[in-house]
């Protein structure tokens, strides 16, 4: 018996690792669950799963995930409310299937030092970065290149002219994936590519040079690895994260599951491939430039960008002004060395205040 806590479960990604668990019945005990707002369907999670632990804040979560009887913790929140109890964990020693990104974005250096101090374990569980570590498993191969796969998002053949004034509805169709709302305009400002080269950068050491990102609209290739023979090696699979998910929680094992959609070969697909513009993509370039900075200048970008997201979500900003405002608010800053987690935080709530007012003024 697995006996995980899922933090986020009310959320597209919690919702989906509690469809694993309801599939293999036998094999989890939920100890917890913890959500923000939607205390309807946490009643329901708690209604069905009976977990002894739940919160409705992060707050709470920050101590449920070192518990000495969980095992496993899904880090399923939206953005950096997910840093503490991710370090919270790996410092208990558990194994942390790490969706969320933002903490690897603002921290990733700390959360591998955690790792290696403590015994924890981070398993990741972004498509991309899942699929580069499929592609790794059994090597001990020197790594040319990791090619992480873009969809390109709803505005990759839009005239250029007319996507500074995008709507949130229009930003909101991903061509190839259904998730929450802050990913979902993170993936049409390519900020969710930026925020994976970051991920692969820490999760699997590979310096920043050899990472590249190439458009692939289908989303059926989910990254890939060249090693030095030039062999390149590559996870398919449709565009579902419950895959992703089941191998994370599982891992080394494959396990059939009925669940999980197949590739369909009896139908014909394209995999095509075309280099990223930047010109297209503002924010991509900007996010690569402050991580290979490094300091706080990372914790800034996330924190920013979250607060120039739901701007523009709420109406407050256009879709340039998300660009525009993480600019202004990283040319603000004053780095940190960025070493511990209280400087990050710290980060966090001064780029969370600025970009606010910025976003108000
Ligand atoms: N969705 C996807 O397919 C993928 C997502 N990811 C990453 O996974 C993470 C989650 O994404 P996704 O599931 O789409 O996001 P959602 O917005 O769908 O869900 C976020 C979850 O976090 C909870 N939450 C948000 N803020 C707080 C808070 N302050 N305190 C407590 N709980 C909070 C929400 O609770 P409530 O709804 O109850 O308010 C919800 O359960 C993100 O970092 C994203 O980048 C990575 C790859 C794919
Ligand atoms: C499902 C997942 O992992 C997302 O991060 C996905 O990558 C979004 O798609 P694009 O960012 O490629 O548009
Ligand atoms: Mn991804």
Redesign the pocket.
Known sequence: MRKIVVL???????RQTLDIVRAFPDEFEVIGL?????TKL?KEQVAEFQPAHVWS??AGAEEMVTLPRVDQVMV????S?GLTPTLNALAAGKQVAL????PIVMAGKLIKDFEALYGGRVLP???EPSAIWQCLQGEDNEILRILITASGGPFRTTPLEDIENVTPEQALRHPT?K?????TIDSATLMNKAFEVIETHWLFSVPWERIEVVVHPQSTIHSMVEFADGSVKAQLGPPD?RLPIQYALFYPQRLPNSMIPRLDTSISHSLNFDPLEPNRYPCFSLAIEAARKGGTYPAVLSAADEVAVQAFLDGKIGYGGIHHLVEQTLSEHDSLPGETAEEVLQADAWASARAFELASG
């Open positions: 986020g479960s009310t959320g597209s990604i919690g913890a959500a923000g707002t939607n946490l804040a992060a399923a929140l939206m953005g409310v969706s969320n990104k933002e569980v972004d498509s994936w998730m929450g709302q802050k990913i994260m």
